[in-house]
């Protein structure tokens, strides 16, 4: 599987972006696809994760309310609709895709990236 992720960009604090993460290859019904960011000097973490199959949303604390995770199962994409956004949400955002729902929230557990995006928010 290869990912594809896009739709960063600059944008000003309370703006919106929405990102893309166009999968080649073929996605089962038990796969996850999240998001993950990476602010310059600090570690990847979670932002959010979906369900293939079901379209069960799931989110780290500090974008609920504001992000949303959505699915085109014929397209293969997956979506991050970003909005309120902070300049602390500024990060290279990546899409990542594993088998199962267990242990989602943890980076190490998906199996194949895409490339990142850049997102930056002003203040």
């Known amino acids: 599987v290869q990912l594809q992720a896009s739709g960063g960009g600059l944008v000003q604090a309370g703006g919106s972006l929405r990102l893309s993460c166009v999968a080649s290859g073929r996605i089962f019904a038990n796969n996850v696809m999240g998001w993950f960011r990476q602010a310059s000097g600090k570690e990847r973490t979670f932002v959010g994760a979906?369900?293939?199959?079901?379209?069960?949303?799931y989110y780290a604390d500090s974008v609920k309310g504001r992000f949303t995770i959505s699915r085109d199962n014929a397209k293969n994409t997956v979506y991050l609709q970003m909005n309120s956004l902070k300049p602390e949400d500024t990060a290279v955002y990546y899409c990542?895709?594993?088998?199962?729902?267990?242990?989602?929230?943890?980076?190490?557990?998906?199996?194949?990236w895409g490339q990142g995006t850049q997102v930056t928010v002003s203040s």
């Open positions: 979906i369900t293939w199959s079901g379209g069960s949303e």
């Open positions: 990542a895709v594993k088998s199962g729902s267990f242990d989602l929230f943890l980076d190490n557990k998906y199996d194949y």
